[in-house]
Structures are given as C-alpha cells and as structure tokens.
C-alpha cells in the first residue's frame, strides 16, 4: 500500500499559478504510475493528468492541456502539478493517485484504474 498526500493548493486569481505537489511513500516510487484528478460538489472525480514510472510518457485532459504540467522527481518520491493560466473553472479539489506498474512507459486516465489515493488539496480561482 502506498501512502500519498498532496500540498500546494490555495487560493489564487485568474490567470495566476500553483504548483501542487504528491509525496509518496510505503512502495517502490519509480514503479508507480502517477496522475492527478479532480472533483467539484455534486461531480465525478474527473481526470487531469498522467504520468508513466519513468516519467517519459504523459498525459492531460483538453480542459488543462497547455496550461498544466505533470512532472516527477524521483529522488524525493514526490510528483508535481504545475498550474498556469489557471481558469476559476479550474476550482475543485485535487486528487493524486497512484498504481504499481511494471512497464515504463504506460499510464491510466480513469478513476478505478487507480488503487491509491490522497486525501485532497483545495485550489480556488477567483475572477
């Protein structure tokens, strides 16, 4: 079981910037597939972004692409979720998630594909 907590949400205006971050623990970092996802009252935790064991394949959802990028650091087991042009659409509490792989190059976009969870971060966006 791996162990994730997410920080670095907050309050900012748009068109601002956050940087999340995801620090792992209790498995193996570098055979782990990271992502992140979202949710806002009343919705489905939708997915944001994805990326491979190795750190060389990612993936993002339209509504962020271009805006946010997910990156790893594997000497510290932390992942990060850097945030520009953030939109108040954006507004929801974020989710990192995590999965044992045993590829390097593979990663998932949906909710069940992934067994481990942190607890949340807030970001607002005002306008």
């Known amino acids: 079981q791996v162990q994730l907590i997410e920080s670095g949400g907050g309050l900012v205006q748009a068109g601002g910037s956050l940087r999340l971050s995801c620090a792992a623990s209790?498995?193996?970092?570098?055979?782990?597939?990271m992502g992140w996802f979202r949710q806002t009252p009343g919705k489905e935790r939708e997915f944001v972004a994805a990326i491979s064991s190795s750190g060389g394949s990612t993936d993002y959802a339209d509504s962020v692409k271009g805006r946010f990028t997910i990156s790893r650091g594997n000497a510290k087991n932390t992942m990060f979720l850097q945030m520009n042009s953030l939109k108040p659409e954006d507004t929801a509490v974020y989710y990192c998630?995590?999965?044992?792989?045993?590829?390097?190059?593979?990663?998932?976009?949906?909710?069940?594909?992934?067994?481990?969870w942190g607890q949340g971060t807030q970001v607002t966006v005002s306008s």
């Open positions: 998630a995590a999965v044992e792989t045993y590829s390097d190059s593979y990663y998932y976009t949906e909710r069940y594909d992934y067994t481990d």
């Open positions: 209790g498995r193996i970092f570098s055979r782990l597939v």
